[in-house]
């Protein structure tokens, strides 16, 4: 058995990441759970074409799911951190790099990295 080549761990570990997420807010439906896997089908293509970029390629699946769910849906994730005005979605930090955070541009806090909103509870963040 062949093992599993460093750009294949990068998107499986990037897709885990984008779910946790999405489950944490309660969003993994089937349909929004293939936006995810089209982005993943993408993104490979990207990374291949630019091996360097593998440890970007968690912020940019989370881009890339958060902008399909804005054509879809609505705003994702909406920000845990404000809690008067109109809700708001968090932004991934950096647009292009590794450790990609969400952040809210508003409140201008960190408020998770990429894959642990479910672990932020009743607004906590860090700034």
Not at 50 to 57: C, D, L, S
């Amino acid at each position: 058995m062949d093992p599993i080549s460093p750009l294949e761990q990068a998107l499986h570990a990037a897709r885990a990441l984008v779910l946790a997420d999405l489950a944490a807010g309660e969003v993994a439906a089937a349909d929004v759970v293939s936006m995810v896997e089209e982005s993943v089908v993408q993104r490979r293509w990207w990374v291949e074409q630019w091996p360097e970029g593998k440890e970007y390629v968690a912020g940019l699946i989370a881009q890339d799911v958060q902008d399909a769910l804005l054509e879809r849906y609505g705003r994702w994730p909406l920000c845990p951190v404000c809690g008067s005005g109109d809700p708001h979605a968090l932004e991934v930090e950096p647009e292009l790099g590794p450790d990609p955070h969400w952040v809210c541009h508003k409140a201008g806090v960190q408020v998770a990295a990429v894959g642990t909103l479910g672990q932020v509870q009743g607004g906590a963040a860090t700034a």
